[in-house]
């Protein structure tokens, strides 16, 4: 008996929920079928030509693996045909993607991570990619003000991982769902629907080799975390950890620190994204201060400090925090 494919999931909610529209349908689908491309590559990356570097260097100043470069072009060319999309923004590239063809554009703007943790690849660490949906307002052709909308704005937003399995798990604002691909078939099914994260964990994950340049107030959290008998880990891929942490309970942080004060992890297409998920599920994300999804990013490539998983263990980081500057005393 064939499970509950992610087509017929969505048919299914757009039945309940009526604003669902079906062009929607076909952008998700679009993103999976991206998804699974880069799946077969993840998976044979020790084989292929797929490992390795480009000799590039990206807009962040970071050595931009193979597998960047190849998802990166895979997500464009699976929707810049679609009629549905105005532009695409990806961490891989400097300025936003204008769909070429006027007459090949639509309401919707895709943000995406394509390849999160690429720096796993060559050590076979599981990792992701993470996207989100906008439509923003006004109808005339997409522009960098387009793009730098409140994380509450989204429509669609999930990741993939491509760990021991290949999962996609996304909301529209309808609760949170997980859907696993059946390679013999190649199709997403239905694994973890209506997910909710524990509103308290007994996990963190933090780099601690950072340590050093942390305030006050995020030491005095961590510290917390250990006397509490809370088991450290992480991963060093931002969609593991996170996923780990969504299905299990617990938080996810990367804070700001004396050198890099608003931290590493990009607001527009990795904080917001997977904050959106969280507060679906019953959790939360914050930058310190205040909800991740109500920030607007000032640039495409903005830096966020990040506490993300566990609501409770979100407030206490907020309390351990509160008053301090970003990237602390
Ligand atoms: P660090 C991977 O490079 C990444 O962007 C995230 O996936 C991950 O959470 C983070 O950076 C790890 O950074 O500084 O701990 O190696």
Redesign the pocket.
């Known amino acids: 008996m064939l499970g509950m494919t992610l087509t017929r999931f969505i048919i299914e909610q757009q039945r309940q929920f009526p604003g669902v529209s079906g062009r929607f349908t076909s952008l998700l689908e679009g993103i999976t079928t991206a998804a699974k491309i880069i799946g077969r590559e993840v998976n044979k990356a020790g084989l292929a030509e797929t490992m390795g570097l480009t000799g590039r260097i990206n807009v962040h100043g970071e050595q931009v693996q193979k597998l960047d470069e190849f998802a990166n072009t895979t997500i464009i060319h699976a929707l810049d045909h679609t009629g549905l999309l105005a532009a695409m923004a990806s961490e891989e590239m400097e300025d936003f993607y204008p769909i070429p063809d006027p007459h090949a554009r639509g309401p919707y703007i895709l943000v995406f991570d394509p390849v999160?943790?690429?720096?796993n690849i060559d050590v076979n660490v599981s990792i992701g990619t993470i996207f989100s949906i906008y439509r923003p307002p006004g109808s005339a052709a997409a522009t960098a003000e387009s793009f730098l909308r409140p994380g509450r704005e989204q429509l669609c937003a999930g990741y993939f991982v491509y760990g021991s399995s290949t999962m996609l798990v996304y909301t529209t604002g309808r609760g949170v769902h997980g859907f696993t691909l059946d390679p013999t078939i190649g199709e997403f099914l239905l694994s973890h629907e209506s997910i909710r994260i524990p509103e308290r964990g007994a996990i963190y994950s933090v780099?601690e080799g950072n340590a050093a340049g942390w305030s006050s107030g995020v030491r005095a959290y961590v510290d917390s975390r250990k006397e509490g008998g809370c088991s450290a880990r992480y991963i060093?891929?931002?969609?593991s950890?996170f996923h780990r942490n969504l299905l299990k309970g617990g938080v996810f942080l990367?804070p700001g620190d004396r050198k890099s004060p608003e931290g590493?992890?990009r607001l527009l297409y990795e904080a917001s994204p997977l904050a959106f998920v969280a507060e679906q599920a019953g959790g939360a994300a914050s930058n310190g201060t205040g909800p991740i999804l109500d920030l607007a990013p000032k640039t495409l490539h903005q830096r966020v400090p990040l506490a993300i998983g566990s609501r409770l263990d979100v407030e206490e980081f907020e309390a351990a925090v509160s008053g301090e500057a970003p990237g602390g005393d």
Request: avoid cysteine; glycine fraction near 16%; aromatic fraction near 8%.
């Open positions: 999160d943790g690429s720096s780099n060093g891929s931002l969609v950890d990367y590493k992890l």
